[in-house]
């Protein structure tokens, strides 16, 4: 044994010597500078972190930082970024991503502070614009908070096995039927499609599907296939700088039962010295709509999503000149992956510009093809701390897939590679659906709505709650449970819908159209004033509000609605306590409905009631959320 440990010591101090271990900082920095330029920043920022842990410089902190960031290694990226906070005079921006990282690691309390640090200590000319920026990540931050993982879980999202998913890229997923899908596997820097097929339940070892045309550029970005399987549009890219590539769109045509040699888009299409990329293409109305990504002039910033159509009689590719989606649906960010379902007549696409709880966030837009409304995010767990993209699902249909690269228990353990999630409804779930209608059955829209869940006490605790754009609502519940949805819309009062789902239940889809009556002028003083009695606690003591005294503060507050309860509550209880010195707790009698609303306020400015809502989430209130305030009127939830 003794002789066993002599060697091996002597072995590990040989290997020392002759360098395999033991390199001066300088050969790190020598190798990382090599691996850099070569695009393998996995490698790079390990040996810029084993540089800087040898020579404690600035600038190998930060070189680090930026190669973890580019491989979405948010973790390590945060822990390097936070090696040189102080050196804003040569990283202005570091406290800004080392924020990012944060948010991106699902940190989202800490993040709000460091996004606020940085707007309030930032001295730079372009101040005003990273204001609209920092807001957007604030606000990003306290969806997240709100969303606490969707508060349901009603639907449900896994991550598809190894004979897909490896450790490196897998994306755009084309799900030909329930038991067929295509995709793309990224490795050492190539793509190559592949198809995988169920077998009795289980997902087979992916393959290159046969009678396919080669693909003869470097690169297999994504693809796309015509409503009649009959033309697959797909992008051919070249690697530049190992992050970034520039794509083309081509397309082959299927005759008898294989594919004829692919060909290129139009110029117009494919922008000289632009990126073209991922493809979406369906049929309306007799015409063939092709979406796809793209950096080409006119755009908003960044990567934006564009529109071309032809007619379905065509036997040409005359495709008319793309149309840029408006900034409805494009930033100054990037927007990415489109999908456009013609039964929902509605794009989801993926967008960092928006308000995001990660980086890259699945959004929603309602539209004819051409214009759009205001998108809105889909919310977890479609959405996560992380990027997630290539939303997908069929028509007539609650499930689908998209491509993240979340962590994701034991089964995906880093954000630094994509993989393929499916998503469903278990057979124990429902979707809760409907319209929102006024009086003369006309369709109400941007009205507030809110799903709340009754617990074993009484209490109504707030799941999830949007901004119906178009009219229509639409939330997942659970078998067995009892909930009230909730809208709030000006000129109408406060309508409460109480829905539950026990017993034995006909369809997965429970359709409720819900109608809204018009409020005369004292319901609507009745509702500014959110009635009386209400009761106030401060720090210690508990009055009513005097008669006199304004039950209300002009101009826009915001407030932290703690729980809403068809029972009294006790606010001298201990839990209460504990964020007392946030603010002033009231307890508002709604007599109407026979409701108690717990809110903590007044907070003058969102970025104040954002860094609240995260104390008082730490403080036991997990369910909390942000309600805005106008003159004393509830206008809705969030910002």
């Given amino acids: 044994m003794n002789q066993c440990i002599k060697f091996l010591t002597l072995t590990m101090l040989l290997l020392w010597s002759t360098g395999v271990y033991a390199q001066n900082w300088k050969s790190h920095y020598r190798l990382a500078e090599k691996k850099e330029k070569a695009g393998d920043f996995s490698e790079a920022g390990f040996h810029y972190e084993a540089a800087y842990r040898q020579k404690s410089k600035r600038k190998l902190a930060f070189k680090a930082a930026e190669s973890y960031y580019a491989i979405k290694d948010f973790r390590r990226a945060a822990n390097m970024y936070s090696k040189i906070l102080e050196n804003t005079k040569h990283y202005p921006l570091v406290r800004l991503k080392y924020a990012r990282s944060l948010k991106q690691s699902g940190q989202y309390d800490q993040a709000i502070r460091e996004f606020v640090f940085f707007i309030s200590h930032y001295k730079g000319n372009d101040k005003s614009a990273w204001d609209d920026v920092v807001n957007k990540e604030i606000e990003g931050c306290a969806l997240g908070i709100s969303y606490s993982d969707a508060g349901t879980g009603l639907l449900k999202v896994n991550h598809l096995p190894s004979s897909i998913n490896t450790g490196a890229i897998e994306m755009a997923p084309i799900p030909v039927s329930d038991n067929l899908l295509y995709f793309t596997s990224i490795q050492n820097g190539k793509g190559t499609f592949l198809r995988s097929s169920k077998d009795d339940g289980v997902w087979t070892n992916a393959e290159a599907p046969k009678m396919f045309p080669k693909i003869k550029g470097q690169h297999f970005g994504s693809g796309t296939l015509s409503t009649d399987y009959r033309r697959f549009y797909f992008t051919e890219c070249e690697n530049t700088d190992g992050l970034r590539a520039s794509c083309r769109i081509f397309v082959t045509v299927k005759k008898s039962d294989s594919w004829g040699e692919p060909e290129v888009l139009a110029n117009y299409i494919n922008w000289p010295g632009s990126t073209t990329t991922q493809p979406f293409v369906t049929a309306s109305n007799g015409k063939e709509l092709l979406f796809f990504a793209s950096d080409r002039e006119g755009g908003k910033g960044g990567l934006d ?335």
């Fill in 305 to 639: 999503i564009w529109v071309a159509e032809r007619e379905l009689t065509s036997s040409h590719f005359d495709f008319t000149f793309p149309e840029n989606l408006g900034t409805s649906v494009n930033t100054v960010g990037d927007e990415l992956t489109p999908f456009y379902s013609t039964e929902e007549e509605a794009l989801f696409f993926s967008s960092n510009g928006q308000v995001s709880i990660g980086g890259q966030d699945v959004f929603k837009a309602i539209g004819n093809g051409m214009d759009f409304a205001q998108a809105e995010n889909l919310g977890a767990p479609i959405n996560s701390p992380a990027d997630d993209m290539y939303f997908v699902k069929p028509e007539n249909g609650d499930n689908g897939y998209l491509v993240s690269n979340r962590i994701f228990g034991n089964q995906k353990i880093s954000t630094t590679d994509e993989d393929i999630f499916s998503f469903n409804f278990s057979p124990n779930q429902f979707v809760l659906n409907g319209l929102l209608l006024d009086a003369s059955h006309n369709i109400v829209k941007n009205a507030e709505v809110a799903l709340y869940e009754k617990n074993g006490n009484g209490e109504l605790v707030f799941l999830t709650g949007k901004t119906s754009l178009d009219g229509a609502y639409m939330f997942p519940v659970r078998a067995n449970r009892s909930y009230v949805v909730e809208i709030q819309k000006d000129g109408f009062p406060v309508r409460e819908m109480k829905v539950n789902t026990f017993g034995k239940m006909k369809s997965p889809k429970l359709e409720m159209d819900i109608v809204l009556s018009e409020m005369d002028p004292y319901e609507t003083m009745v509702a500014t004033t959110n009635e009386t009695p209400t009761n106030t606690v401060g720090t210690s003591s508990i009055s009513p509000i005097p008669t006199k005294e304004k039950k209300y503060s002009v101009g826009t507050t915001y407030k932290i609605q703690l729980a809403k309860s068809s029972i009294d509550a006790d606010l001298h209880h201990a839990k209460y306590g504990r964020i007392s010195n946030i603010g002033k707790i009231e307890k508002n009698y709604i007599s109407a409905r026979d409701t108690y609303w717990i809110l903590l306020g007044n907070f003058g400015g969102f970025k104040e009631a954002v860094q609240s809502l995260a104390k008082v989430k730490n403080r036991g209130f997990a369910e909390a959320f942000i309600v805005k305030y106008r003159n004393g009127e509830r206008m809705g939830i969030g910002k």
